[in-house]
C-alpha cells in the first residue's frame, strides 16, 4: 500500500463549546482543511459530555441533511471513551443544538473534538484491498451493483446472508459513522427480496430488534385513551421494594363493541387482501361505462380532494360542533356520501360508480393514511429520485394522503425548527420603515427595474436580505408579528395590523405592473386561458442584485409557512412544482400559455388535417415563417439551437421543434425558481414538502383563494348588532354577491390579509355598529389589529352594496383604518 501524504500537525485544527455549555443555543460552521488531503479523523476530548437535549451532529454538506454521524447524551455518559470518526473528505459541517429545560444549571462539559487530516490511501494491487479495507470504497462498490449491475444482481451477487449480516452488524455497532448510507443501501437490498436464493433467505429477527430498540429510545407513555385490538389483555407490573408512598397505577378496562356498519373503518393488514376482492369483484359488476373509469390517478385525487374538504374546518371550530370536525383517519365509509348538486363539478369522475365502491375505495385509503399517520416522521424523506426509496413511492401516492396528515407533519418540522429567543438574541429584532410616498414617487417615475425601483418590496428587501435567517424562524408575538413594521410618517400602536398591511403590501408589489422582478403570464398578457392573473419570475432578471431578491422572495414564502401569514403570492403550477422539486407537465406550460400549446398541438399533429409532404406544410404554416427559435414570457426570441433563427421548421423537423420549444419554456425561469426555493430552504425543511401536492403548498403558504362566507360567518361577533339584524342581513347579502376577489378585498380592508384565516382562527371578526348622527352617510372604517369593522346601520341592499365597494376601492390605501 502506498501514501500519498503525511499526517502534519500544522494542518490540525481543534473546535469546542463554552465549558459548561449554555443550554439553549444552535449554530452551525464548516470545517475545511487543504483538499490535499481525502480524508479527516475526528478524536474526541475525553471530557465531552452532553445533557439529555443536547447533540451535536456531523454532515458531508452545508444545508446538514446528510449525516455522518452523532454525538448526543446517551454517548457521552455511556462510560466508554467516545470512538474516533472517519470523514472521507476534506471538508464537512457541523451543528450543535442545545435545548435544554434549566438554562442556569451546569448541564455538562459541552463538547472539544480535533480535526486530523489523514494520508491518503492507495491500493497498489488487488489483494490489497482485503488486507486494508475502505467502508467508503464498500458502500460505493454495493451502490455501483445495487443501481447499474442488474444482471449480476438477478444472478444473487450481493444477495445473500453474508453481505446482509455485514450490514445489520454495522448498524448494531454503538457511535459507528454512516450509518444513514447503510441503512439506504439495506432498504435497496431488500427492495428485492425475489433476488435471495431459497437457501439462502436473511433472518429478519435481527432488523426488527434493531427497529424495537430504536424505537424504545425514541417511545414514551401514550397519551389519552389507549386502543388495544383483540379481547384479551395481559400486563405485568414491576415495583420497587424501597418504593416508599407512592400511589401505585389504577387503569379502566372498557370492552367496545363496534357496528358492522363501522367494521370496515378498522380494517387490520390482514383484512386489506379480502377487502381487495371485494372491491374488485364490485368493479367487474359495473356497466362497460363504468369499466373503463376504474380507479384512477385523476379519480383518488377528487375522493381525497372531497375528504380534505369535509375535514378541513376541524382545527378551527369548537369541539362540540358534528361530524366536519373529525380528522380524515377518524371518518368512516359511511360517511362517503356525494351530493349530485354540490359536488358535481369537484367529484365529476365519482359520481357515476356505485356508493359501495367509493366507500370501499376510501377504507384502503383510510388504511393507508392511518399506517403513514403513526410511522410517517420516522421515514427519511429526503431521496425521492431513486426508484427504491420509499420517499420515492409516498411521492408518486401523494395523491392519496389526506391533507391533514401531511399538515401534522408539517407542523412538527416548524416546532423542530424554532429558534427560541434566547439563542437568538433577543436584542436582534428585524426592523423596518416603510415610506409610501417613496413608493408612489418611484411608481409614477416608472422605476420598474429591481436596481432602482423603491416599492414596498424593494425597500423591505434593502433592510431585511441580510439579516440572519434564523430570526425569521422565531415564532410570532403575542401580536401575530415576526419583525416590526412602521410606515414612515404614521404614528400609532402597531397590535399586527400594521404588520400584516406591510407584509401584504410586499408580496403585492411582486405581482404588479410597477415593478418587473415578475411578469403577467402569457394567458394573462393575451387574455386568454386560466390563471390570467398569474405571474412568472422574469428570466431576463439575473443581475446578482435581482438574485437575491429571489432569495428574499423564497424567505417571504417561508415566512408565510411557518407563520400561516397567507401572503397573497399569485403564482401558478409551473412555480410550485418546481419549487417542490416535481416534474413539470405541457398542463402546467398550457396553464400559463394556452395559445402556444395550441399552435404547437397544430404543428405537431398537422397531418390530421391532410397535411403529409413537405409542400403542404409549407404552405399551410407560411404566415408564421417557423425557425427554431421561440417566444418567452417576456416575448423575447429565443434560439433553441445555435443560430436557430436560421434553420427552418419542416415537416420532417416539427416534432423536433415542438419538443424544444415545450422544454425551453418550461425551464426559462428555472434559475430564478432555484433562487427562490434556496431562499425557502433557509427557513423550512424542503424534504418535509416532498409530499404535497402543489395545491396544498399554495393552500399552506397563501390561503385558500376561496372566501367561504358560511365559515366566516361562524367566527363572527357582534357589537350593537345582534346576528338577525336587517343591517347585518344586508351585509352577508351584499357579500355574497360580490366575486370572490371583491370578498378577498374587504377582508384586507378589514384584517390586512387577503384570505380568511386557516385552520384555529387568532381571533373572531367584530361587526361593530357604527354611531354618530351621520353614520348612514359615512363608509365602513376598519381596525386591523383587531379584525374589526365599524358598520354604519344601512338600510338598503343598494347603499350596503355601493358602500362596501367604495370600501374596497378607497379603503385598501391606508385611509378609513383606523
Same mark, same amino acid.
Given at each position: ?9 500544522? &494542518? ?33 476530548? /475525553? ?24 454525538? $448526543? ?118 427492495? /428485492? ?138 371518518? /368512516? ?139 425569521? =424562524?422565531?415564532?410570532? $408575538? ?21 404588520? =400584516? ?35 412568472? *419570475? ?113 415537416? /420532417? ?90 370578498? &378577498? ?11 380568511? *384565516? ?61
Amino acid at each position: 500500500m502506498a501514501s500519498d501524504g503525511t499526517n502534519e500537525a500544522s &494542518a490540525i485544527q481543534e473546535f469546542q463549546s463554552l465549558h459548561p455549555y449554555f443550554g439553549r443555543c444552535e449554530y452551525a460552521r464548516g470545517v475545511s482543511i487543504d483538499s490535499s488531503y481525502r480524508c479527516l479523523r475526528i478524536v474526541f476530548d /475525553h471530557r465531552c459530555r452532553l445533557g439529555t437535549k443536547s447533540k451535536l451532529t456531523f454532515f458531508t454538506d452545508p444545508e446538514c441533511e446528510d449525516r455522518i454521524g452523532v454525538v $448526543d447524551n446517551t454517548m457521552t455518559t455511556s462510560g466508554h471513551l467516545l470512538p474516533d470518526l472517519i470523514i472521507h473528505s476534506h471538508q464537512f459541517w457541523f451543528r450543535f443544538v442545545a435545548s435544554e429545560e434549566n438554562v442556569m444549571k451546569d448541564n455538562g462539559y459541552g463538547y472539544r473534538f480535533q480535526v486530523k487530516p489523514m494520508a491518503n490511501i492507495r491500493w497498489t494491487k488487488e489483494t490489497e484491498v482485503l488486507a486494508n479495507p475502505s467502508l467508503e470504497w464498500a458502500c460505493w462498490v454495493l451502490k455501483l451493483l445495487l443501481n447499474d449491475a442488474t444482471e449480476l444482481l438477478t444472478h444473487g451477487a450481493v444477495h445473500n446472508r453474508k453481505i446482509y449480516g455485514a450490514l445489520v452488524r454495522y448498524l448494531r455497532s454503538p457511535g459507528a459513522p454512516f450509518k444513514g448510507r447503510v441503512v439506504r443501501l439495506l432498504q435497496q437490498l431488500l427492495n /428485492h427480496p425475489e433476488f435471495f436464493p431459497i437457501d439462502n433467505v436473511p433472518e429478519l429477527d435481527a432488523l426488527e430488534s434493531i427497529a424495537r430498540l430504536a424505537l424504545t429510545r425514541e417511545s414514551g407513555w401514550p397519551e389519552g385513551v389507549i386502543a388495544l385490538d383483540g379481547n384479551e389483555l395481559e400486563y405485568t407490573f414491576h415495583a420497587n421494594e424501597n418504593a416508599g408512598d407512592h400511589f401505585g397505577f389504577a387503569a379502566t378496562v372498557t370492552a367496545l363493541g363496534i357496528p358492522k356498519e363501522k367494521q370496515l373503518a378498522n380494517a387490520s393488514a390482514t383484512d386489506m387482501e379480502s377487502l381487495l376482492q371485494k372491491l374488485a369483484g364490485s368493479q367487474e359488476g359495473l356497466d362497460d361505462a363504468s369499466k373503463e373509469a376504474r380507479w384512477t390517478e385523476e379519480m383518488d385525487l377528487q375522493l381525497v380532494d372531497w375528504v380534505n374538504n369535509h375535514v378541513e374546518p376541524a382545527a378551527s371550530l369548537p369541539t362540540s360542533t358534528p361530524a366536519m370536525t373529525r380528522r380524515s383517519i377518524e371518518l /368512516h365509509p359511511t360517511d362517503i356520501r356525494l351530493n349530485q348538486t354540490l359536488d358535481g363539478l369537484r367529484c365529476s369522475k365519482l359520481l357515476g360508480l356505485p356508493l359501495e365502491s367509493l366507500q370501499l375505495r376510501f377504507a384502503l385509503l383510510k388504511y393507508l393514511n392511518l399506517s403513514l399517520h403513526h410511522c410517517l416522521p420516522l421515514i427519511d424523506l429526503r431521496d425521492t429520485k431513486s426508484s427504491w426509496t420509499i420517499a420515492h413511492r409516498l411521492r408518486q401516492l401523494s395523491h392519496c394522503i389526506f391533507f391533514d396528515v401531511k399538515s401534522t407533519l408539517v407542523e412538527a418540522a416548524i416546532e423542530a425548527t424554532n429558534v427560541s429567543v434566547e439563542s437568538s438574541n433577543a436584542q436582534q429584532t428585524a426592523r423596518i420603515t416603510l415610506d409610501r410616498m417613496q413608493a408612489l414617487e418611484s411608481r409614477d417615475d416608472r422605476e420598474v427595474e429591481p436596481s432602482v425601483s423603491e416599492c414596498f418590496f424593494a425597500q423591505a428587501f434593502r433592510q431585511l436580505h441580510q439579516v440572519d435567517p434564523a430570526l425569521f =424562524r422565531r415564532q410570532i $408575538d403575542s401580536k401575530g408579528r415576526l419583525f416590526s413594521v412602521k410606515f414612515r410618517g404614521e404614528e400609532g400602536v402597531d397590535w399586527g395590523g400594521v404588520y =400584516r398591511e406591510g407584509a401584504t403590501s410586499m408580496v403585492d408589489d411582486l405581482f404588479s405592473p410597477h415593478f418587473n422582478l415578475f411578469v403577467l403570464c402569457p394567458n394573462g398578457q393575451h387574455d386568454t386561458g386560466n390563471n390570467r392573473g398569474m405571474y412568472l *419570475p422574469n428570466p431576463k432578471c439575473t443581475s446578482p442584485v435581482a438574485m437575491q431578491m429571489f432569495v428574499f422572495v423564497g424567505q417571504l414564502l417561508g415566512i408565510s409557512l411557518r407563520t400561516h401569514g397567507d401572503f397573497p403570492f399569485m403564482l401558478p403550477s409551473l412555480v410550485w412544482k418546481q419549487l417542490l422539486g416535481q416534474s413539470l407537465t405541457r398542463a402546467d406550460l398550457e396553464g400559463t400559455d394556452a395559445m402556444l400549446i395550441q399552435m404547437l398541438d397544430g404543428i405537431a399533429n398537422c397531418e390530421n388535417d391532410g397535411i403529409s409532404t413537405e409542400e403542404e406544410f409549407a404552405a399551410a404554416f407560411a404566415g408564421l415563417e417557423l425557425r427554431f427559435t421561440a417566444s418567452s414570457c417576456t416575448g423575447e426570441e429565443l434560439d433553441l439551437i445555435p443560430r436557430g433563427c436560421q434553420r427552418t421548421v419542416e415537416f /420532417h423537423n416539427r416534432l423536433e421543434y415542438c419538443r424544444l420549444a415545450e422544454r425551453a419554456r418550461l425551464e426559462e425561469c428555472s434559475a430564478q425558481v432555484a433562487a427562490m426555493a434556496q431562499g425557502l430552504a433557509t427557513l423550512f425543511p424542503r424534504r418535509v414538502l416532498t409530499l404535497l401536492t402543489w395545491q396544498e403548498l399554495e393552500i399552506l403558504t397563501c390561503g385558500s383563494p376561496k372566501i367561504d362566507l358560511e365559515l366566516w360567518q361562524r367566527h363572527t361577533r357582534y357589537d350593537g348588532y345582534v346576528e338577525d339584524d336587517p343591517t347585518v342581513q344586508l351585509f352577508w347579502e351584499a357579500l355574497a354577491e360580490f366575486s370572490d376577489e371583491q370578498r &378577498a378585498d374587504f377582508v384586507r380592508f378589514a384584517w390586512g390579509r387577503s384570505r380568511l *384565516p386557516r385552520g384555529k382562527w387568532p381571533q373572531p371578526f367584530k361587526l361593530s355598529k357604527k354611531g354618530g348622527r351621520d353614520a348612514i352617510r359615512s363608509l365602513p372604517v376598519a381596525h386591523t389589529c383587531f379584525f374589526s369593522v365599524e358598520l354604519p346601520p344601512y338600510t338598503s341592499r343598494e347603499t350596503m352594496r355601493s358602500m362596501l365597494l367604495a370600501t374596497i376601492t378607497f379603503g385598501l390605501g391606508g385611509i378609513l383604518m383606523a
